[in-house]
């Protein structure tokens, strides 16, 4: 080859990697690369959720009892007013897109008909011994669009394999099959360690039941202690840590573990694992229905939406239907309370007017990654992004016009979908911290210890991230029924 010719091809070579850059920056910049690990698919339609049910129903319904002896006689199952279209409806009203009920609980009473025990409705006089519970909640479920998720309890104080490994993993796969083949899309099913200090010694085959699990169900998110989709937040009060990673180390955590309660309560920001948590609680004290209690006040029910939902968590309600086989109109009409009292504070965002700028943005004005996007209808896949990882404390304010911002809740949620990554905020009004925090995530809820404020500028500032922090939105709220040291509010 000739010198001529080289340098004739040098040339070309420089000329079309120049004209390859040229166009590269002509088109729209690319979102950030994500900082693992991330959700699948199952678990950020999950994350949506935000409010779930349980529906604890069962043999201890009828005996004023949490935890059944496994001695119940069939017989004294009879709800005869069972309607698991007015359960679905009382969720549906509540804003609830997913119901899960106790198949079976500890005293092993299955309220389906199962082939391989006659522990069940099979032996009782509801319906003559041809009723499924199971089956009603799926079809009503099915008649308001909304999911169905199953409990089926590992510990089994009747069944008499239990104890003898094999056998009683078998029953139990067995069972799995049963409820998993015959009831159409199961969405999550519940796995637990509770059991009594004198429960014969078993050890349960996890990994057999987890991989059947998902054999048969392709879009099943499996909750337990230690997941794999979804995990346990640590206790039964509905409150996540105000550090809630939905990131944690598997291999660190065992189910029935009494010692992993802090971990999982807070998560882990170098956690290998993306497993969220939810939060179980009741909305009476027990888990099944009894005669003497009666539901949680409103305030206590709004605290626990605040340090559940609030705190990057789904919150998981109980509500027991009674011995008649309804739920409560008590309990039904304190879930309509709670779901007006969300919707009347989150329904009205005060920043939707005003005028949004951030310390700077990817891509620069036209890049599609600017701080209006914190301000639209997508709280997922439209964010705010800062230019680059090294700009010290990225912010974004909200600024409002004329007569000024007056608040008492914040609402800051983060783009999950490229991974949970802010560790560290603050927020001022006009100069003035008001409030500060850890992690954020899917969701995080400031309800202003001071009450209310008033001011002109809000700004949120990111002390801490992995990478650059991608915020999806932001609100400015007011809360009518939060009234700290017995404030009113004006
Ligand atoms: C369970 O096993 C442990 C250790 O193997 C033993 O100390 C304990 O007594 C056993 N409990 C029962 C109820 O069999
Ligand atoms: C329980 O968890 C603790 C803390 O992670 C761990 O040290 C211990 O080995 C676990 N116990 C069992 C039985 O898995
Ligand atoms: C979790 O795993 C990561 C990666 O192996 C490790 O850096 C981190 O220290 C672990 N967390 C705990 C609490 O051990
Ligand atoms: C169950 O709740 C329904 C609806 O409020 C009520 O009509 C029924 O009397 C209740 N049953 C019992 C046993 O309290």
Redesign the pocket.
Known sequence: MSETRCSLCLITTLFLLFKFAISWQELAPTPPLPILPLPAFSQLKWQQRELIMFLHFGVNTFTDSEWGTGHENPAIFNPVGLDASQWVSTAVDAGVSLVILTAKHHDGFCLWPSKYTDHSVIKSPWKNGKGDVVQELVNAAKARDIDVGLYLSPWDRHDRRY?HDLPYNEYYLAQLQELLKKYGSVREIWFDGAKGP????MSYYFTDWFSMVKELQSSINIFSDAGPDVRWVGNEKGFAGTTCWSTINRTSLSIGNASIEHYINTGDPRGTDWLPPECDVSIRDGWFWHKSESPKKLSQLLEIYYNSVGRNCLMLLNVPPNSTGLISEADAHRLREFRSAIDTIFSTNLAEKCYIKASSQRGGKEGGFGPQNVLDNDHLWTYWAPRDVDEDDPWIEIRGSGEGLRFNVIRIQEAIGLGQRIKRHEIYVDGKQVAKGTTVGHKRLHRLEMGMVHGEVVRIRIRKSKGVPLISSVGLHFDPFWHPNGQRPK
């Open positions: 104890g004198n429960a014969p010694n």
